[in-house]
């Protein structure tokens, strides 16, 4: 079946504009989830949604991110005013359970922040 | 805190060779844990999971891992690597039970190179 998808695949910004990304988890997975990759740094965990609870936001490193999961299926990770060091690829996951269960990647969103 | 820790950050090994990566992990319960591994330019995919039971877990791709409580190692393996083999490999641990958080917490990755 189909898998996670991520669009777009790469978005390059100015120093300052907004931006959004999206990710189509697998139906029927309740959970998905951001992390951000950058260069030596390993995986960072940004935000998690599971089913219609609020949205776990500890890993955000900015108010000027945010997501929102609309329907339970789609969810749009937004950075305002990008800076250069937003510059990672964002990678979206999503489960079926929150507890523990696998996370399936999608292939990620590189941004490139000039 | 709750943390993964990945000792080697590159290593190469010959086509055929056996190969080792090493994981340790620092959590407040016994946790779940993963293996993932990253071609460039692509998405993480799962190599195998630790729930509870035997310790010794097969995966996909020939590789097997072995979970040693005492010294919160998830150690990965394989007899023989193949070059298709090269990649980042990621460990990461997950929560077992009940609370809010369900993300997975990884390691920085170690990448294998493979000489033929």
């Known amino acids: 079946g189909a898998g996670v998808s991520q669009s777009p695949s790469n978005k390059v910004t100015e120093k300052g504009k907004d931006v959004e990304l999206r990710c189509d988890p697998i139906?029927?997975?309740?959970?998905l989830y951001w992390y951000r990759q950058s260069l030596g740094q390993g995986l960072e965990f940004l935000i998690y949604?599971?089913?219609?609870?609020?949205?776990?936001k500890s890993g955000l490193p900015s108010d000027r991110f945010s997501a929102e999961r609309t329907g339970g299926s789609v969810s749009t990770l937004t950075i305002q005013r990008t800076q250069q060091e937003d510059s990672a690829v964002y990678l979206c996951?999503?489960?079926?359970?929150?507890?523990?269960?696998?996370?399936?990647f999608g292939p990620g969103t590189r941004l490139t922040v000039t | 805190a709750q943390s993964v820790t990945q000792p080697d950050i590159h290593i190469t090994v010959s086509e055929g060779a056996s190969l080792e990566l090493r994981c340790n992990y620092s959590?407040?319960?016994?946790?779940?844990l993963f293996w993932y591994v990253q071609s460039p330019g692509q998405g993480l995919q799962l190599l195998l999971k630790?729930?509870?039971?035997?310790?010794l877990v097969q995966g996909i791709k020939g590789f097997e891992a072995e979970f040693k409580r005492s010294q919160s190692s998830f150690n990965l393996r394989k007899p023989s690597v193949h070059w298709s083999d090269a990649a980042e490999y990621f460990c990461?641990?997950?929560?077992?039970?009940?609370?809010?958080?369900?993300?997975?917490?990884f390691g920085k990755g170690t990448k294998l190179s493979v000489k033929p």
């Open positions: 996951a999503s489960s079926l359970s929150w507890a523990g269960a696998e996370q399936y």
């Open positions: 139906s029927g997975h309740t959970a």
């Open positions: 949604f599971q089913g219609n609870s609020a949205p776990d």
């Open positions: 959590y407040g319960a016994t946790p779940y």
């Open positions: 630790y729930f509870s039971g035997d310790t």
């Open positions: 990461a641990v997950g929560p077992s039970g009940g609370g809010s958080q369900g993300n997975l917490i």
